[in-house]
């Protein structure tokens, strides 16, 4: 049952998003109408804090409108219009099946029925994108951080206790209408009563045989006065006495029927009161009960006080250091040794995963790992590793399934320095997954667990990707970031005069040569505004593998390049040196005959003779996630290329 899929979605996570929507519909409505009514009330036809057209509601509309995701006006209106139709068909209902009305908007302007009016349907279209951009994202995340058997009792428990609430709230919803019912046709009799109005039809009566005596005596008084006279008298002595006992057994009748009717009416009363007592008494033994049963149920689970998830924090003298709260553990951030952090396992989609706290260190796991690389990006880290360079900065979170390496996500702590000012980033990067365990949420669980650890200290979060993944980052509120190209035009690349000056290629396998360029890096590069410092293994990523015949020394200058050629182009790099040279010098050394341009693969601090090109790149987009700064925000640059991860 569990492994049921509507709309491509498993019955389970469907199950604790109705639930978790109808509890946010509860506190939504019953808030709102406490502040209206300025008293608290307990809004919805149970009593427990659930009101389920909210949960059905929301998972409908977003199984129907998640193709829609992305235009948020259609997705607007849509949702509008969807909310507003499921809103009058849930009224229509509950007044067919309870015969009352759950709201009423007649009071609103141009309202159907009283049952919907665009002020709702406004409402219904602002909530429906509140759900997918904010609170669609956070339930799914809230669901996923619960282990799926406990979730999965967690569900049937809230099921059952739900239904013995709505059966015993509607018993008590159809016993009080009986007893509406009958009070109406109390009233409904009364009113038949005092329709007849049997006083009106009698004093009717008088009136007819008053205008019969006196045109019969009138005929008689002018023909007998004096008998007239006597007949007169007696007939009015006879018509007193028969109408006041007429009037006398009218008020008998009627006062016997109002005070029969007064103690039925009582009696009704007391038999509603009676069923009010006797439904609030059963609330409350309820709410007692389902008290009871959820300690209980705590108790009995008492690992559901505990949500397994991953804490970065930042330590004060070892960037980048990672704890994990439940395991207590830590990871060092300079070195490969220390206390890693035990595994963790997960369940998604109905299969189980360990996501693995040591992969660089597991020989195993790193295997698999190098594996799904290569199989992936058709590069591998294992000389990286084996060479040293490899440390704590760059932190995989992979997913195995077993031992084959599912999906990868790695958080690569750095400092990039603009403008002199040091800042703390992180760069996410190696996002990859098995072709075997593509769309089944194992990359948007990483994403989610990354983003939600995130240590206070970090500016800066910031990714690369490439033509396919352009619109999965934008879900986890990453906004794209043009970069812009540095080079000399043509004309101005002709000026960079070809210098003679003593070069030899770095020899990346000879640790002489490596130390040599780990002394300039750390001399910095003088000519970029935009620079990664403090990672050198992560240059040595691409100086020792396919960077490894790029390095240049310059004796003379005492400098490093890193640059190549294609063709008639140079691309430069990163240059390493102390201040006080010039950027057109250096260029000077690399140059020869063919070359008639000059492309910076790092933001220049000086442009003046360079051209600026948007870098509109689909296959290396920027993206910055605009939960923290944005570094790119104030100008025009491009990220050094050789600190892309």
Not at 195 to 222: D, L, M, W, Y
Not at 585 to 605: S, W
């Amino acid at each position: 049952m569990w492994n049921l899929r509507i709309a491509g979605i498993e019955l389970y996570f469907l199950l604790g998003w109705f639930w978790i929507y109808c509890f946010l519909g509860w506190v939504w409505e019953s808030c709102y109408m406490s502040v209206m009514e300025r008293r608290l009330i307990n809004r919805g036809f149970v009593s427990g804090p659930f009101l389920t057209i909210y949960g059905f509601g929301a998972v409908s509309v977003y199984l129907i409108l998640r193709p829609l995701e992305r235009q948020w006006i259609l997705l607007f209106f849509c949702g509008a219009v969807l909310a507003t139709v499921l809103e009058y068909l849930t009224a229509v209902v509950l007044e067919a099946v309870f015969h009352t009305s759950w709201w009423d908007y007649t009071e609103k302007k141009w309202n159907f029925q009283g049952k919907i009016c665009p002020e709702s349907t406004v409402c219904w279209g602002c909530f429906t994108l509140l759900m997918f951009y904010v609170l669609q994202p956070g339930v799914s995340w809230a669901v996923r951080q619960v282990d799926v058997r406990t979730g999965k009792v967690v569900i049937l428990v809230v099921t059952v206790i739900y239904g013995i609430d709505f059966v015993i709230s509607a018993a008590a919803a159809f016993a009080m209408d009986r007893k509406i019912r009958k009070m109406e046709l109390l009233q409904s009799e009364l009113l038949e009563i005092l329709q007849k109005n049997r006083f009106s039809g009698a004093a009717e009566e008088i009136r007819r045989r008053i205008s019969s005596f006196r045109r019969k005596t009138g005929e008689k008084v002018r023909v007998y006065p004096g008998k007239a006279r006597k007949t007169m008298k007696s007939y009015l002595d006879m018509l007193r006495t028969e109408s006041g006992q007429k009037f006398e057994s009218l008020a008998d009748y009627g006062s016997e029927k109002k005070s029969e009717l007064n103690l039925r009416r009582e009696q009704v009363k007391a038999e509603i009161r009676e069923c009010a007592e006797r439904l609030g008494i059963r609330w409350e033994k309820r709410r007692r009960l389902l008290e009871r049963t959820i300690q209980r149920f705590v108790d009995a689970y008492p690992h559901l006080n505990h949500v397994q998830r991953l804490t970065v924090e930042n330590d004060g003298n070892k960037e980048g250091a990672m704890t994990v709260s439940r395991y207590e553990a830590e990871r060092s951030a300079e070195s490969g040794q220390g206390n890693l952090p035990e595994d963790r396992f997960v369940e998604l989609r109905g299969r189980k995963y360990c996501l693995a706290g040591n992969v660089m260190t597991d020989e195993k796991r790193r295997a698999s790992y190098d594996l799904l690389a290569q199989k992936t990006f058709d590069i591998s880290f294992e000389k990286w590793y084996q060479d040293g360079y490899w440390t704590e900065k760059n932190c995989p979170y992979t997913l195995f399934d077993g031992e084959t390496a599912a999906a990868n996500l790695s958080v690569n702590r750095m400092t990039v320095e603009k403008g002199g000012k040091a800042h703390s980033c992180i760069q996410i990067g190696t996002v990859m997954t098995d072709e075997d365990y593509r769309d089944q949420g194992l990359m948007r669980f990483l994403m989610e667990t990354v983003l939600e650890n995130i240590e206070p200290s970090c500016e800066m979060v910031f990714l690369f990707a490439n033509r396919t993944v352009l619109d999965f980052y934008p879900r986890f509120h990453f906004q794209r970031i043009g970069q812009y190209h540095y080079f000399w035009k043509p004309e101005k690349a002709k000026t960079l005069v070809k210098r003679e000056s003593r070069k030899r290629r770095l020899n990346m396998e000879c640790e002489q040569d490596v130390r040599l360029l780990q002394t300039c890096y750390e001399k910095k590069n003088p000519f970029s505004q935009l620079q990664v410092t403090g990672n050198f293994g992560l240059l040595m990523f691409y100086c020792g593998s396919f960077m490894k015949d790029c390095v240049w020394y310059l004796e003379e200058e005492d400098a490093v390049i890193i640059a190549e050629t294609d063709q008639d182009v140079l691309h430069c790099y990163e240059i390493y040196c102390a201040p006080g040279r010039t950027l057109a010098d250096l260029l000077g050394c690399m140059m020869n005959e063919k070359i008639n341009r000059v492309v910076l693969a790092f933001t220049p601090a000086d442009t003046e003779g360079l051209e600026v090109v948007p870098a509109n790149d689909d296959d290396d987009a920027l993206f910055v996630w605009s939960e923290r700064d944005d570094l790119f925000s104030d100008g025009r640059f491009f990220f050094p290329s050789l600190f892309h991860t």
